[in-house]
């Protein structure tokens, strides 16, 4: 059974661009969550996606977004990147999202932005 | 604010002996899962060990074991017989609601010493 997988695993964007990054859940499960992970902060949650709708939200600033497909795969969006987006950005997956569930990581995505 | 705590950034021991790694909690919920997730060199976060709040029996799995005090909302990680793979940052983390999102501390690095 093939794990959470997140694309793309490095990329380098210019202050001021956008960025997608895709997560695909492990087979059968319905709930999404992406973490910020940065030395200064440490791991942040940013949201979580059951079921194609945003369930819970963290406390980051709107150009940070987010979406789930009718598959479960799931897309988050940082628009008009900021220096201190650079990030480890982890995709996280669960059957339910429910008490209980074990989540399990992806690899992550390490954005640079200069 | 219901937090994670780890209180020792950084931790060392040497091959083959034991460490513990503390951390405590705060929530205001009555059933809840802790979690202890070990994220390697790679970044790819792990799941070591998971414990529900209603059990009183310390979770254990393999090398790894908890002690889990309820009441003084304790969590520690106890690694037996340290092997040099288990180098590594250590996360303990909790369930927040009935949702897919956790709750990390700042984590401890754990060295191992050959």
């Known amino acids: 059974k093939a794990g959470v997988t997140q694309t793309p695993r490095y990329l380098i964007k210019t202050r001021g661009q956008q960025v997608t990054l895709s997560c695909s859940p492990i087979?059968?499960?319905?709930?999404v969550s992406w973490y910020q992970q940065t030395p200064g902060q440490g791991l942040q949650f940013l949201f979580e996606y059951f079921s194609e709708t945003q369930r819970n939200k963290g406390n980051f600033p709107g150009r940070f977004s987010g979406r789930q497909f009718s598959n479960s795969r799931s897309e988050m969006n940082v628009s008009t990147l900021e220096l201190g987006d650079s990030a480890l950005y982890l995709c996280?997956?669960?059957?339910?999202?429910?008490?209980?569930?074990?989540?399990?990581f992806g690899e992550g995505s390490w954005l640079t932005v200069v | 604010a219901q937090t994670v705590t780890q209180s020792q950034p950084e931790m060392s021991v040497q091959e083959a002996e034991t460490v513990t790694l503390s951390c405590t909690y705060d929530?205001?919920?009555?059933?809840?899962?802790l979690f202890w997730y070990k994220q390697p060199p790679s970044r790819q976060m792990i799941l070591v060990i998971r414990q529900e709040a209603y059990k009183q029996q310390n979770a254990t799995e393999n090398r790894f074991s908890v002690n889990f005090q309820k009441a003084a909302k304790s969590f520690s990680l106890k690694i037996s017989d340290s092997q040099l793979g288990d180098a590594a940052m250590y996360f303990c983390a909790r369930d927040s609601g009935n949702t897919g999102k956790l709750i990390f501390g700042q984590g401890t690095t754990l060295q191992v010493k050959p």
């Open positions: 087979s059968g499960h319905r709930s």
């Open positions: 996280a997956s669960s059957l339910q999202g429910a008490t209980g569930n074990t989540i399990y």
């Open positions: 929530t205001s919920e009555s059933d809840y899962y």
